[in-house]
């Protein structure tokens, strides 16, 4: 299994400010995921994060809105950019060892 | 476009009896299938996984039916208790890749009454 802790667990923010959300993994792994779920729906891939390289976007999703950053082999962190309430959701960190997939707890994000 | 169908949407089980939800793939190429369980609040938690080498896996109460030639699979909460209640999601990726992201189903709310 995997140790994920994400931070901050929840936050309030205002419209047009950024918040950064830490993904701490107990081991090194290769590969970061950052997945949102929208509140009563399913997790929806933003990105995929190596170290050492840019991060992959999905369709839907631009770097200039969700930057991340993966500066080594157990740390990753996303920033939600100039928020909208349409940005509020959960927002988790996975890493995968061999195909099973580990998820954090999420980052519950409000928007006002 | 959605690449993995899950129904139903909800399911209210009374407490012993047993929970069924059912998840279609499209892409052939998908060779790696797991539940997801979510309690509110919390991430996701591996509940069980199956490959298409087998028909079925279980693990205690929960069983994932697997139809290749179908492409379904379904996964099975016998003797369900009020615990059990949560959102329940399936998956697919296509597991030879390790660390291949997954493709989920939209979700089951699971209901247990006792």
């Known amino acids: 299994s995997a140790v994920i802790s994400q931070k901050p667990s929840r936050d309030i923010c205002q419209r047009g400010t950024s918040l950064t959300i830490q993904c701490q993994v107990d081991s090194q792994v290769t590969m970061m995921f950052w997945y949102r779920q929208q509140p009563g729906q399913s997790l929806t891939l933003i990105a995929t994060?190596?170290?050492?390289?840019?991060?992959?976007?999905e369709s839907g999703f631009v770097i200039d809105k969700f930057p991340i950053s993966r500066p080594n082999l157990t740390f990753s962190t996303l920033t939600v950019s100039n928020m909208s309430p349409e940005d509020s959701s959960i927002y988790l960190c996975?890493?995968?060892?061999?195909?099973?997939?580990?998820f954090g707890q999420g980052t519950r994000l409000t928007v006002v | 476009q959605q690449q993995v169908k899950q129904s139903p949407q909800s399911l209210i089980v009374q407490k012993g009896g047993i929970s069924i939800i059912n998840c279609a793939y499209e892409n052939t190429a998908f060779d790696y299938f797991p539940w997801y369980q979510q309690f509110p609040g919390k991430g996701p938690a591996l509940l069980i996984a199956i490959r298409p080498d087998v028909s079925e896996k279980k693990e205690g109460r929960f069983t994932i039916s697997f139809n290749k030639s179908a492409k379904q699979f379904s996964l099975h909460i016998m003797d369900s208790q009020p615990g059990d209640s949560a959102t329940y999601f399936c998956a697919a990726s296509n597991g030879d890749q390790a660390g291949t992201a997954l493709i989920f189903g939209k979700g089951t709310t699971l209901s247990v009454s006792s």
């Open positions: 996975s890493v995968a060892r061999s195909t099973e997939a580990f």
């Open positions: 994060a190596n170290q050492g390289s840019e991060a992959t976007y």
